[in-house]
Structures are given as structure tokens and as C-alpha cells.
């Protein structure tokens, strides 16, 4: 009984909408689209993919974060092996959001997070990677992991530069 009536939900919500889209966008389109048929005359709901809608696959994965003392762009030794460590692979887009932590003003920390993601894409260039393949974007103070910070050991958690990769699976 209970499989029936989720089914039927399941159904109804097919039932009235023509096109469901699922997935990440690339250029505002979406990477998988599913064209569904409306339920008529008791026929079953048909999902299919649309020719133009097929998934192109990308495939993007938040590699790690490196992390940055107070008020400094200056990469540390861990850091290094980390980026060391991403400079091994053959990636098709390196991307750099820089961070801050909250203290400081709006104008500063923008400014502190793009020298800390340059800092990374320099040694990243250095190390071989094409420099049209790194991206950088600063993020400031706009987007702390940790909130209601009272200590460095807190405040250290937001200063850092997350590095995310973008690997092409049909190549």
C-alpha cells in the first residue's frame, strides 16, 4: 500500500510538468536534461534525453584548502607540498577562490584574498601548469567556514585558498 501511494505522488508530479533538469549548469545550460510525457490516458510517464540535452560530463572535485597566516599572502611549506602534489596531474581548469577571515575591511580582504589565489597560481605556473588553465577569484570575507570566531585557532579555519580542478571525462 505504501508503494503504491508514493508511486502515485511520484506520477502526479511527472505528470504535470513537461521537463525536468538535473545536474550542474555550464554556461547557463544545464549539463543533463530529461524531457518527460505527460501521464494521458493511463499510459506510463516516458523520460528520455533530448539529443541536444545529452550530459557533457564535466566533472569538478574540491582537490583541498590551503591555509595562510594572519594578514599574509605568503605560501607555508604545507602548503607547497599541497600544491606540488596538484601540479602532478594534467588538469583541464585549475580554479583558486581566495579567502579571508572576517577582521579587517571589506576592500582590504578582497584584495588579500586575490594575492593569496595569485600566490597559488604562481607557484602552480612555476611548476609548469599553463597559465590559461588557472582561474582565480577572490572571495574575501564574504564567505567564512567558520562564524563567531574569538580565537586565531577559529579565524585560521577562513584564511585560505580552496583549489577545485575541472577533468573532462570525454575528452
Partial sequence: MKT?????????????????TTGHYDNGKPLISVSVT?????????????PEDKPKFEHKEIIRAIY???????????????LDEIAQFNYDVIVIHGHCDVRGSVEYNQALGDRRANSAKDYLTGKGIPIEKIKTQSYGKSEPV??????????????????????????
Fill in 38 to 50: 505527460p501521464l494521458q490516458n493511463d499510459e506510463p510517464v516516458v523520460a528520455e534525453f533530448t
Fill in 146 to 171: 567558520a562564524l563567531d570566531c574569538k580565537y586565531d585557532i577559529c579565524h585560521q579555519k577562513n584564511r585560505r585558498d580552496v583549489i577545485l580542478v575541472v577533468t573532462k571525462a570525454n575528452k
Fill in 68 to 82: 595562510f597566516d594572519f594578514d599574509k599572502a605568503a605560501l607555508r611549506e604545507e602548503s607547497i607540498d599541497v
Fill in 4 to 20: 503504491i501511494v508514493i508511486f502515485c505522488v511520484v506520477l502526479f508530479a511527472f505528470a504535470c510538468s513537461k521537463k525536468v
